[in-house]
């Protein structure tokens, strides 16, 4: 009940293209589920997070969608660029304590 | 303002041997992480601090993992004895009272155990 599945592991996306990356959860109790991006030899950093009580939130060209009924989340990156090429982690959390996705490379090719 | 600072970012031992990661946190942050992140996979918690105080070792391995956080502030992460299976990162991150549920994490430190 504590898990986060993510998928896919790794995503190829030509520059201009729309980045999805999704994730699932099972325990109804997390109330809080941001997205954090890790660029090689940096720690993670928060990029965008949400609450079950919205159904979308979207930053720049950031967006993330909730299904709160089927406990699914995803990320968009619209316009994605070679700059956003990093490892995406969903998460979520319960009382401060966040369980992480296993992660997902993105890879924006020029 | 200064970011979470680990040090050191590397660290190669050979199994058996101690080893001991350090951090200090961002200024006015009274809440402390420590994770592990093995290769491909996202971080796990190990230990939280509110303030001195930890709040949550439930993932810790107590038998050879030990941690301190004396005075609120800076931490130290201990492994003794390291084993080939603790090979990872270990990323600290702290939150501020204010802004409770963004953690501004650390490099972290990578340690190979041979």
Redesign the interface.
């Known amino acids: 009940q504590q898990q ?1 599945k ?1 998928s896919p592991q790794s995503l190829i996306v030509q520059k201009g293209g729309i980045s999805i990356i999704n994730c699932a959860y099972e325990n109804t109790a997390f109330d ?1 589920f ?1 997205w954090y991006q890790q660029f090689p ?6 990029l965008i ?1 949400i609450r079950p009580d919205v159904s979308e939130k979207k930053e720049g060209r950031f967006t993330i969608s909730f299904n709160k009924s089927a406990k699914q989340f995803s990320l968009h990156i619209m316009d994605s660029q070679p700059g956003d090429s990093a490892t995406y ?1 969903c ?1 979520a ?1 319960r009382s ?3 369980i ?4 997902t490379r993105l890879q924006v090719f020029p | 303002e200064a970011g ?1 600072v680990q040090s050191p970012r590397y660290k190669i031992i050979e199994k058996k041997q101690p080893v001991a990661f350090w951090c200090n946190p961002i200024s006015g942050h009274n ?1 402390l992480y420590w994770y592990r992140q093995n290769l ?6 190990l230990i ?1 601090y509110e303030n001195e105080e930890a709040v ?1 070792d439930s993932q810790l391995p107590k038998d050879r993992f030990s941690a301190e956080r004396l005075k609120g502030v800076d931490s130290t992460l201990k492994i003794q004895p390291a084993e080939l299976g603790d090979s990872a990162v270990y ?1 600290c ?1 702290s ?1 501020s009272p204010v802004v ?9 430190t990578r340690l190979t155990v041979l």
């Open positions: 986060v993510q809080y941001p030899g940096k720690g993670p950093a928060l997070a982690f998460a959390s401060d304590k966040l992480f996705g296993t992660g | 979470v809440t491909g996979q996202g971080p796990e918690l939280r949550d990323l991150a939150t409770w549920n963004e953690q501004f994490f650390g490099p972290g």
